[in-house]
């Protein structure tokens, strides 16, 4: 299971930080990833984190500004997002590395 929170309005510029606790799996054995669906869009790779998190993957649209964390004692992952844009706007998904997603959680740039 995994369960996303963290989502909310923000202004352009603003900041926001995403978690997704996960339970049900070995989650240390697993990369981990955030997912995010524009309104109207397709689904995006945003970040991709390794399961030792030493190595992470980031977007074009997003290099530099979100950052991918994860605590396997705790199993919990989170992406830091800063700098949004009002192109940011989607609803953000965990997914972890046999293709299982939570709810999603929005986050709305305007």
């Known amino acids: 299971q995994l369960v996303e929170s963290g989502g909310g309005l923000v202004q352009p510029g603003g900041s926001l930080v995403l978690s997704c606790a996960a339970s049900?799996?070995?989650?240390?054995?697993?990369?981990m990833n955030w997912v995010r669906q524009a309104p109207g869009k397709g689904f995006e790779r945003v970040s991709l984190i390794s399961s030792s998190g030493g190595s992470t993957l980031y977007a074009d649209s997003v290099k530099g500004r979100f950052t991918i964390s994860r605590d396997n004692a705790k199993n919990t992952i989170n992406l830091e997002l800063n700098s949004l844009k009002p192109e940011d706007t989607a609803v953000y998904y965990c997914v972890n590395g046999t293709n299982d997603w939570g709810q999603g959680t929005q986050v709305t740039v305007s």
């Open positions: 049900g799996f070995t989650f240390s054995t697993y990369a």
